[in-house]
């Protein structure tokens, strides 16, 4: 007799089905809240050992007269509130002084805590700062969309969450690596532009043409050759934009040149070099804006070169892969002179990125 026909046989194939019916999204939400509060634990230690990890290091090594503690938690919670976008007209001079007086205003309290501190010194706390603050509001939006969905027990709701996860947690353990990097003052793969322009730098005078940013004048080809870069080897990105501004206001440009690091796609290789058109430059928006602005006024060409790396590799220790690149782009830059510029005339060579532990 066939088992088709077992009663018993037949209540374990319909009773999942039914289970699943009329219980499926609740299954659903239970299994994908499981996998989802093991990201918000893992998020919940990246910052509380991130914020750990900035106040040990003001306690030991930077000998802070007070406790820092208290005013580092207020630190940890200061927000920005982007301008109003209804008009556009003028928004991005309102987004750049918002923007730089968060900066001067995360300065200058940071530089309380330790009067003594060095600017290089001074450098590395903001940066650590903006790496446990940025860890904690992560935290914070993960887990309330997560709460709302428990709350709703609402599992379409849970879905957009569960998506962009696994790219969450990718960037959170990034910046949560690139902290012994930084306290410890080496480069980070997203210093490769300026390290690339500090070594062309060598053996040339240089001067601080604007906040945080070194310019230095060398010939190549009988061509003129302005370059920028952050001032090393803190950890900061200068203000290219501004050093661009005043060396084309003094001088006829004929060319920009900018070197950065860029994403690499799944399934490129890292180190990957690449060439292209148009500025070169991540961030907010601002000092690109500000830089194909100069650019457009002046008739002014600019040309890229990016090598190529994941986003751990950008923010973490400089791999070996990604500096031995340097010689490489260094020859494109020249070739890229020569092939766009006649001899007499000028180019700005611009190296984009954090200058953490690159000097020039």
Do not use: C
């Not at 180190?271 to 000092?287: H, K, L, M, R």
Request: aromatic content about 6%; cysteine-free; charged content about 25%.
């Amino acid at each position: 007799m066939s088992d088709d026909s077992n009663p018993l046989m037949m209540l374990i194939w319909i009773l999942p089905i039914i289970l699943f019916v009329f219980y499926g999204q609740q299954i659903q939400l239970f299994v994908t809240s499981r996998e989802i509060k093991k990201g918000i634990k893992k998020l919940d230690a990246f910052r509380i050992e991130s914020r750990e990890e900035l106040i040990n290091y003001l306690k030991n090594n930077l000998k802070s007269k007070d406790d820092p503690v208290k005013k580092i938690d207020q630190f940890l919670d200061y927000f920005t509130i982007m301008p109003v976008d209804m008009d556009p007209n003028g928004l991005v001079d309102k987004v750049q002084h918002v923007v730089r007086s968060r900066e001067d205003y995360t300065r200058e309290h940071v530089k309380s805590l330790t009067p003594e501190m060095s600017d290089v010194e001074l450098t590395k706390v903001q940066t650590l700062l903006e790496i446990a603050s940025s860890l904690q509001m992560i935290y914070k939006i993960i887990n309330h969309m997560f709460l709302t969905a428990k709350k709703q027990n609402n599992y379409p709701l849970i879905l957009p969450l569960q998506m962009i996860l696994p790219f969450i947690m990718e960037q959170a353990e990034a910046m949560k690596d690139a902290i012994p990097a930084i306290k410890s003052g080496q480069p980070l793969g997203d210093g490769i532009g300026p390290m690339i322009v500090g070594k062309m730098m060598l053996d040339n005078p240089k001067e601080i043409i604007s906040f945080q940013t070194v310019l230095s004048k060398t010939n190549f080809e009988d061509r003129k050759l302005f370059l920028l870069k952050a001032e090393g080897p803190g950890s900061i990105v200068g203000r290219p934009a501004d050093a661009l501004e005043k060396i084309v206001s003094e001088n006829k440009i004929d060319s920009i040149i900018m070197i950065d690091a860029a994403l690499k796609m799944e399934g490129e290789d890292s180190a990957s070099v690449a060439q292209g058109f148009g500025a070169a430059i991540g961030g907010i928006g601002t000092e690109r804006f500000q830089i194909e602005a100069i650019a457009t006024s002046k008739k002014i060409p600019v040309f890229s070169i990016v090598v190529k790396q994941s986003v751990k590799e950008a923010i973490t220790l400089m791999t070996k892969e990604i500096a031995d690149t340097a010689e490489v782009v260094r020859a494109q830059v020249h070739e890229m002179i020569q092939e766009n510029t006649k001899v007499g005339q000028s180019v700005v060579v611009i190296g984009v990125g954090n200058t953490s532990g690159v000097p020039q």
